[in-house]
């Protein structure tokens, strides 16, 4: 009975709480009645082999402890799987086509394709299983919660056309492109158009942009460009003032706020492709980022270590930088990382008012006058 013991006492550890007491007495009768009838088919008990090896039929105590678990048995279940392997093939092309950029790039600024490529190959293998361990830990999630997402049953026809990303190759891709310009320029404008209303493809895109961004911001797909001042000098720019700026140390300083804003994207377009109808989150997360990146800038243009090489005094100001741009190479850093904070500041505007607007516009009472327009 030792050996019955300890098996009922492993099973008992892997069962539910509130179950185990009756599911090991159900257990147990049913094992001993075994026994007793093996050892009646004998005419003497049973040894210790023979009763493990009826514990053996029986089934291994996990095999066990599984059937009596609620929920589902599985990592990826059969209803969420066509969308996981859909997001596997993406992430792994998405890293292909990275992979590439990367290694054209730094060949042409460095040199040295071998080094270059070997870099770039494990570069891409670790960024794909990071996109595969994500989507495989979101559906098993979504698994376990039984979370209820809109596109899975509201999905229109017109945004079926971005699953054929996941079938490209090489011979697809310059397809399309024959197709594209063979398309008159009117056909052109409309797709551009449905590009710009499908949530879907907005939602897509802010998933893959902002899981590359995070990736590329934790080291964990490295591009191998850096903004050390001897690689800044082999791309014929010159860091000037900033040949001394300790970046490590600012990177350091902003790492949290700039992880912050690129999970973010990744949100937003979670929730654009599970909700798709729901435009107040979707305004004020984009009203929440425009405010984030607006504070951003106006720190890096004040109180940032960067602040004294970016603080534009005035409008001549500007316009006396942007003219280094016009020098002979090597081009000055200084006047690239003030368009660059310019451009975001703009950008975060653009965001902050949309996202005003979009919150706005999209209450109860604008979405019933929709509704009334539609059905008129």
Known sequence: MD???????????????????????????????????????????????????????????????ARYREGPQHVVGPTLYPYWLFAVKASIALQVAIAVVVVIVRTLAFGDFPLMLGQAIGSGITGALVFVGAATATVWVLERRGQRIDYLETWR?????????????????????????????????????????SPIAHGLALIVVGTALILWWTGVLSPGLSLSADDLRRLDISPGALAAFQWSGFKAVVFWFVLVYMAALVLQGALLLAWPGVQRLQGAIEAIRGAMLLAFCVWLNTASPLAPSLNVSSFPDLIQRMAMLAHSPPVPLEPIVVIFVLSMAFSGLVLFSRGLWTLATSGPRAQAEAGISKSA
Do not use: F
Not at 177 to 185: C, K, T
């Open 3 to 65: 050996l019955v013991n300890e098996y009922l006492r492993t099973v008992a550890a892997l069962l539910p709480k509130a179950q185990r007491e009756d599911i090991i007495a159900e257990l147990r009768d049913t094992i001993l009645s075994g026994i007793e009838a093996r050892e009646g088919d004998l005419g003497r008990p049973l040894t210790d082999d023979e009763v493990e090896a009826e514990l053996r039929e029986v089934g291994h105590p996990l095999v066990i402890a």
């Open 157 to 197: 026809v017109r945004d079926l056309r971005l699953l054929e990303i996941a079938t490209w190759d090489v011979s697809s891709v310059r397809e399309w492109v024959v197709a594209w310009r063979a398309r008159p320029r009117r056909e052109r404008v409309k797709s551009q158009a449905w590009r710009r209303d």
